[in-house]
């Protein structure tokens, strides 16, 4: 079945700030993109360029099977792995630090175990095109085939849904759900975060919200 159609933002605006969370000016953050993007001549060379360093260069938690819950943006990239949620907010920084708007998608998916996980991607606005567009920095593996294609179609890790409780949601958000930071905050390891994420039926009720979580050090 077609992926649903992105809910366009009325601005790109909110999708460019910083905030503890998506840590865009941060010095590692920062340093990284322009590292990344460095040789680049167009836009789209720049977003696939950070996008393949998340998606690649960061290893999912379970795939690399380490159990420690590494979430604070900064601190990715020296841990080397990170839950799907956190990549994108890791690629949604980097591109917010050079200057390309990005925001946050989230996905429902049902688990061959019968129960559901919360999945993370992202979304980028193509200035030349107009569009948006939604990328899954989560990690190929077999059976997991994400891609950038710069005709606009998109190619995300997990486009098919068949059970009543999956769901994708439209809207892109400028900042994590309040839900997503308070089950990192008191989760204790990976396991216990993606098992806590099944408490999440359904996305918040205001699209585009801004999250309203305590300030979070970096």
């Not at 420690?68 to 890791?90: E, N």
Request: net charge negative; glycine share 6%; with cysteine.
């Amino acid at each position: 079945m077609p992926l649903p159609p992105l809910v366009r933002p009325v601005s790109v605006t909110p999708y460019l700030a910083c905030s503890p969370v998506i840590a865009c000016t941060h010095p590692a953050i920062r340093s990284r993109a322009r590292e990344l993007i460095r040789g680049t001549s167009t836009e789209y060379e720049q977003i696939q360029c950070l996008y393949t360093y998340v998606r690649d260069g960061i290893s999912h938690s379970v795939d690399a099977g380490q159990s420690r819950l590494v979430w604070k943006t900064p601190q990715v990239m020296a841990a080397g792995h990170a839950l799907c949620v956190i990549k994108s907010h890791l690629f949604v920084s980097l591109c917010r630090s050079v200057g390309i708007p990005a925001g946050l998608c989230y996905q429902r998916l049902k688990k061959e175990d019968g129960t559901y996980v919360l999945h993370g991607l992202a979304a980028v606005w193509i200035e030349d095109d107009g569009r948006w567009i939604r990328l899954d920095p989560r990690g190929n593996k077999p059976g997991v085939d994400a891609q950038f294609n710069p005709d606009g179609t998109e190619q995300i890790a997990y486009p098919e849904m068949e059970d009543q409780g999956e769901w994708l949601d439209p809207y892109i958000y400028s900042e994590p759900w309040d839900a997503v930071i308070h089950l990192l905050q008191v989760s204790s390891d990976v396991p216990s975060f993606i098992s806590a994420t099944a408490q999440i039926h359904s996305p918040p009720r205001h699209a585009h919200r801004p999250s309203s979580s305590l300030p979070i050090p970096v």
